[in-house]
């Protein structure tokens, strides 16, 4: 069997679009999929060089789209697939991934809980020490974040300059594979990190993350914080509420971070209007139909648009960021040079 390629797997489960929005200088580069970019150059480049073989089994962390974006690649490319999770990864997609022929190990843990990661990443562990499995390590393999250069490369082509680049962050493949190869034409883009409260990827201890699909209670290696021009921290009616808004003002149903991008992203732009401000969408809504976008489950939650900040509160240490949404000029400096040892 021919071995798919990129575009043959982009175009059939991530087609990739750069969607003007309002106000006129704002666009967002719309992947539905984001993951199956690092999951397919993963694993091409492991069965490239040998690292992968035709019988190794795959191994993953994830509770989100890099679960569902190693399924779809490993399924074309007929390798085993271990995926271990959480219960942030609802039954749907739970569903859709062995549907691909993975195995899904959940951890006992609630999805919230602050070492979840630990959790799932010591069941892992345990697993390759019985199995030889390989291990994928989208938090630490440079293929994640060097995936990004076809997406960087259709964003200029069809948004032309970009000012400012707005991105959740993970495993920081996305914000700084992006923004690597963006500021290759503009070096002085401003990069725009989003995190959530209870994250350490800036500087918080771990703690409760009611808001998943971004931050981390590990630091990744994809994540270079000297990449980063200014942070910002929103908890979960924030994004909730933005995943709303961002369906009702332009049409796009997608996810809570998706809608976080959408609400930073407008921000600025309307606060700049010169500068051409892009947001990156990673998910759709398939996810969150049963609960961000069904009222009865907002409403037993407490999730309520009153509630929800309608801007940033400027602080001035990460410790400081604490509830709603706040921001922190993070001016590219290391984690060690904002909070120390």
Known sequence: MMAPSL???????????IVPLRPENLAAIDFRVMKVFPAFNIIESGLRDGAIGPD???????????ALGLAIVCMQFSLKLHIFGDRAIEPPLKRTIEELGAEVHLVEATASDANVQQLRKKALLDFMDRTGATWSRQYDNLGNRFSYARPAEEAIRHFGKIDVLVATVGSGGSSCGLAHYCRAFF????LIGIDTFGSVLFGQPASRRDLR????????????????DEIHWLGANEAYQAAHRLHRETSLKRGPTS??????????AQRFTKSKVLAV?????????????????????????ALAATGPVLVRHPLHADSGWCRFNWSRR?????VGD
């Not at 190794?56 to 890099?66: C, D, K, N, R």
């Not at 290391?334 to 904002?338: G, H, K, P, Q």
């Open 213 to 228: 699909g971004l931050g981390n209670s590990i630091l990744p290696g994809n994540l270079l914080h000297e990449a980063f």
């Open 281 to 305: 969408f990673p998910d759709d809504s398939s996810r969150y139909e049963h609960n961000v976008y069904h009222p009865t489950w907002m409403r037993a939650n407490g999730y309520q648009a």
């Open 334 to 338: 290391s984690l060690t040079d904002v």
């Open 56 to 66: 190794t089994t795959i191994v993953e962390t994830s509770s989100g789209t890099m």
């Open 259 to 268: 809608g976080a991008a959408y609400l930073v992203a407008k921000w600025y």
């Open 7 to 17: 575009f043959d797997t982009i175009d059939a489960h991530a087609p990739l679009k």
């Open 187 to 190: 070096p002085e883009m401003k």
